[in-house]
């Protein structure tokens, strides 16, 4: 499907894709756009070779279950989880920015005064995940989300 095409999905009834903003190993993440409460979202929508998988599947709804769970000024918010014809995928909170990886491709060198707090940011949620029990098997700057004025998630 090409991206166009993906464009014009409407998961549940409620989320459209606008358009692809990253990927990982088994998901794709869009901006969306939640119809009802008008306001862009991300979506994380399981790659096709894995939606008939039934263990990636029930793999996926459980990181949307634990992290539904969590709620830190460090930790993106998920607001909802659904499986549709188009896909199975988790609705989050949309994040105006970048990921670390870019900003330090992007920078080359921070000051301590800039990374330090992005740092303490990310201790910060990881910690309070692991608190909850939730261990992150994934922690690399691709999935760290810097906000424009330096907010990490």
Known sequence: MSETEKQNIVLGNRY????????????LVYKGYDQMLERPVAIKLL???FLEDPEFRERFKQ???SAANLSHPNIVTVHDFGID???VYIVMEYVAGSDLKTKIKEKKLFTIDEGIPLIIQACAGLG???????VHCDVKPQNMLVTRDMCLK
């Open 16 to 27: 459209r894709l606008v358009h692809q903003v990253g990927k990982g190993g088994m998901a």
């Open 47 to 49: 790659r096709q070779d």
């Open 63 to 65: 990181e949307a279950k």
């Open 85 to 87: 014809p188009d896909g």
């Open 128 to 134: 309070y995940a692991h608190r909850a029990g939730i």
